[in-house]
């Protein structure tokens, strides 16, 4: 399992974060959609929820405000690891990256190197689709991956994985998100802005978040430049009431 490689392989300082997130994400496996009694919340929303407040918690004297950066990292790796191998690629190309950045600014290595390796080593049988990640690979690798940008580089080379990370899933996932966005959501030719979003803010916890901000209403986007940049997916509500829609 990478998250107990990871976990006996890091830094001590940098431990706490990665396992309380394999924790959680261990339960939200476990659990998967079941709902909390009679509750609109899902036990793995929770407990994703849970998971990206302790990480900022945990890593907020280190990393400062780049610690919900690093938390949310979940989001894109969780959707990566949708379609077999995604979540592999998009962790050997980021870990690539960061080891590129620590290598130019002459920063501790190791880490980056670490993520590489494990994901490397784990990712055969991934790539044959015979096992996935599940969320408490995928969100270890997140949370490891978040640590590797801000030791290589600080908070601007965490932030450019947060802005990067989404958009090499979206290239590599388009065929199928596009297919999802169209057959599912009713999204006609989305955009690579549409798939940005749909990796950004799709997901159980990213329409737990449209629920509580926009209620049951809908908008329509018909400005081409919002379209470009994905407005239409970004305030698509999987909640709204017909008649509800805004220009």
Known sequence: MPWLVLL?????????PVAIMGLLAFFDDLSGRRRILNLPVEWGQLSRGLGIIAVTILTYPLLGPAGLLVALMI??????????????????????????????????????????????????????GRIMMGEVGNHSFAVALGLAFYVAGGAWSVLMLFLAAPLVTAILRRGNLSGFLEEKLG????????????????????????????GRRSFRVDNPVLIALGARRLLFNPYASHGSENQ
Do not use: K, W
Request: net charge negative.
């Open 8 to 16: 006996a392989s890091m830094p001590d300082h940098l431990r706490p």
């Open 75 to 128: 989001q894109p790796l969780n959707i990566a690891d949708m379609q077999p191998g995604v979540a592999c690629s998009l962790t050997l190309i980021m870990s690539l990256l960061a080891a590129a950045i620590a290598f130019v600014g002459g920063s501790d290595i190791y880490l980056p190197l670490l993520v590489l390796a494990v994901c490397a080593a784990y990712s055969p049988l991934d790539y044959m």
């Open 187 to 214: 999204i006609e030719n989305p955009t690579l802005g549409d798939l940005y979003m749909d990796v950004l803010t799709g997901g159980g916890l990213g329409d737990l978040l449209r629920r509580i901000l926009l």
